[in-house]
């Protein structure tokens, strides 16, 4: 399988200009949600994924995890639901779970929902299948302290034989993974390609 990143994670413009997401600096905030009309203009091509769902063969999408480490999203992001502005639990959020030669590989967006649930929750689906990737954004840009290696050496601890992070992983993060994980985690940027 061979995986290419097309997102500049860093450009300027932003896509879809959205009515539900927000994202908060003090007293400012930046849309970053899909419009609604963009999702209407979609039509039948749009999924509402609530339980897993293959896809292709082999290919799952994989609803939001739980937050079974007790972690609690971050007041920066924001959504308005029936006019009211709330923290945004993403629960829209989906992993793409890769079943090949008796391995997982897992591809997540910025896993907002915390990379240990993710991966945690992606490996009770498919017992005993070992991990071969975990790649994508790990949303480690917020976290401090405890926190940071916390979550790093809860990946560690999955045991995952490559690991490819991008954008929201952010470079504490990175230097995290790197102190925590046995072998280098692979830093993803806009044109790289990585064979699984």
């Known amino acids: 399988m061979l995986v290419t990143a097309l997102v500049d994670d860093y450009s300027p413009q932003r896509g879809f200009r959205g009515e539900h997401g927000l994202s908060r600096s003090g007293e400012n905030t930046r849309e970053i949600g899909l419009h609604p009309a963009a999702l209407a203009a979609a039509g039948s091509r749009a999924l509402v994924v609530k339980d897993l769902r293959e896809i292709a063969s ?8 739980a ?24 629960e829209e959020e989906l992993s793409l779970l890769v ?31 070992r991990l071969n990737a975990v790649i994508g954004g790990f949303h480690l840009v917020d976290a401090r302290g405890e926190d940071l290696e916390r979550a790093s050496s809860d990946l560690a601890g999955r045991r995952p034989e490559r690991v490819f992070c991008s954008h929201c992983t952010g470079m504490p993060g990175y230097a995290a993974l790197l102190r925590a994980l046995p072998t280098e985690p692979r830093w993803l940027h806009c044109g790289a390609a990585v064979e699984l």
């Open 67 to 90: 937050r079974k480490d007790g972690s609690t999203a971050s007041e920066r992001y924001r959504r308005i639901r029936a006019g009211v502005e709330l923290r945004d639990e993403f």
């Open 99 to 129: 079943v090949e030669g008796g391995a997982l590989s897992i591809f997540t967006g910025c896993a907002h929902r915390g990379i240990g649930n993710i991966v945690a929750d992606a490996l009770s689906r498919f017992p005993g299948l």
């Open 58 to 65: 082999g290919a799952w999408l994989a609803p939001a995890a």
